[in-house]
């Protein structure tokens, strides 16, 4: 199917370029907006009209081929957008902070190692164990605040019993990873007061792992573990690279912190929107319900990423090029990114682009995997893809197993955001309608 059979509005491309002539530094807020709220046909108008959106230091990339040659090239589209950011935080490098280093191929490869997709069905009973007893004691209430008593707090318990980092307290983790992921992707002006609470935040849980770690170091020889032994953690620490690998303690350290920070917002965030995207399709709730029950855990793993794909929580991803380049070349919309670009690969419209995905506006559970971004693409494409995508299948499952879970109506109805990106608040009502809707 072509670009065009896709009803595509002419408005967005029109008040852009009259934004644009009027005060060229207020054009990103607007496409900022614009990407939360009208992404949809923002994007359809982008891929049948200007799918490469180039304006002064700014590209928005929005076909597949096109998303996915900006997400390969790392030579040319950096990371350098989270560097100082994530450096700030951590005190020093981390993969997603480096391009193509040594360090980035040989701690990627390390954590590959760490966390095998044989941990699968372990990580998804912790996180149904997790998500079955927060349910429980909602149950009776009628309802549950979902982001706070189960998105979060299950990734919180998975961080803490299979990463081996509870933090002192769920409430100080879940901060330490709201304040340093605001920064490196919430934060594009660059506010100083984020950056620094980003820092501060950072250095607080640096701190507080180096004493993990020396207690974790100071368990008698022989002796029980200072942890639940198996934890992603503890693995690490057991492990014997050879000194030319420069795996030392801090480095090893800044991979645990990473582990967290890779995952409790992504994790939430796609939940509260993955979730609302099915309870409010009635057909495909009921389909997905029915899949919940089935013995094979795996059978709603197709109902989370079709729901996730109308609804991604992460829309588009950052890149800066280092070098001017032509994008797409040998199309009609070839277009020269010139060094220095904040580039954004639209990972939200290339799972829309009919060039790639088969009758895209149908909603269909079971696509192939190879249609969905919901992780990124290429090099820096997410290390901790199995433990995430596990957990969100299976809170989906056990949250869908429940009798009468719906989306309830105004005022407690719909989500309460941080920043208008992070949610913060999104109840649920469970059991009979009725109940938990007062
Ligand atoms: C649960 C849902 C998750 C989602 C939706 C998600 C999504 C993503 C995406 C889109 C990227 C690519 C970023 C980019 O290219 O700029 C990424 C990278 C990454 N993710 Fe995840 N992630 C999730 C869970 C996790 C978990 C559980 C971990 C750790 C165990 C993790 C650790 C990382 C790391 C370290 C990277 C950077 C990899 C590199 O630079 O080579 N993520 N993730």
């Known amino acids: 199917m072509q670009q ?200 607080e849980m640096m701190d507080h792992l180096r004493e993990v770690l020396a207690a974790r170091r100071a368990a008698p020889p022989g002796g029980p573990p200072a942890a639940p032994p198996g934890d992603v953690f503890d693995r690490l620490l057991r492990t014997t690279l050879p000194a030319r690998a420069g795996v030392d303690d801090e480095r090893v350290l800044i991979n645990v912190a990473a582990l967290m920070l890779g995952f409790v917002e992504n994790a939430s965030g796609s939940l509260v929107h993955l979730v609302g995207e099915l309870l409010s399709r009635p057909d495909a709730h009921a389909r997905a319900a029915e899949a919940a029950r089935d013995p094979d855990p795996a059978r709603v793993d197709g109902h989370v990423w079709e729901a996730l794909r109308f609804d991604p929580f992460l829309k588009v991803i950052a890149r800066v090029s280092a070098r001017d380049h032509l994008l797409a070349a040998g199309t009609p919309h070839a277009t020269t990114v010139p060094a220095g670009t904040l580039v954004l690969a639209a990972a939200a419209s290339a799972m829309f682009d009919a060039d790639a995905v088969a009758d895209p506006l149908d909603y269909r559970p079971g696509r192939p995997a190879d249609v969905y971004l919901h992780f990124g693409y290429g090099p820096h494409s997410c290390v901790g893809v199995h433990p995430g995508a596990a957990v969100i299948c299976e809170v989906v499952r056990r949250l869908l197993r429940r009798p009468g879970v719906r989306l309830l109506p105004p005022p407690d109805g719909g989500v309460v955001r941080d920043r208008g990106v992070f949610p913060d608040r999104f109840v649920l009502g469970l059991g009979p309608s009725g109940e938990g809707s007062a």
Do not use: K
């Open 4 to 203: 065009s059979e896709q009803t595509v509005s002419e408005g967005y491309l029109r008040r852009y370029e009259e934004a644009v002539r009027r005060d060229p530094a207020a054009a990103p807020a607007l496409i900022a907006g614009w990407l939360r709220t009208d992404w949809r046909p923002l994007f359809a108008e982008l891929r049948a009209r200007r799918p490469v959106l180039s304006a002064p230091g700014l590209a928005l990339v929005t076909r597949s081929a096109d998303v996915r040659e900006v997400l390969s090239r790392w030579e040319v589209f950096t990371v350098a957008a989270y560097t100082d950011r994530l450096e700030g935080a951590l005190g020093g490098p981390v993969m997603l902070s480096r391009d193509a280093t040594p360090l980035h191929w040989r701690e990627r490869g390390l954590l590959q190692v760490m966390l095998p997709p044989e941990d699968v069905p372990a990580v998804r009973e912790l996180a149904g164990r997790a998500a079955d007893a927060a349910l429980d004691a909602a149950a009776p209430h009628g309802r549950i605040e979902a982001v706070g008593g189960l998105f979060r707090h299950v990734a919180l318990r998975v961080c803490a019993e299979y990463f081996g980092f509870p933090g002192p307290d769920e409430a100080t983790l879940s901060r330490w990873s709201r304040e340093v992921i605001t920064d490196v992707t919430a934060n594009l002006p660059g506010d100083p007061d984020v950056r620094a609470a980003s820092a501060r935040a950072g250095s």
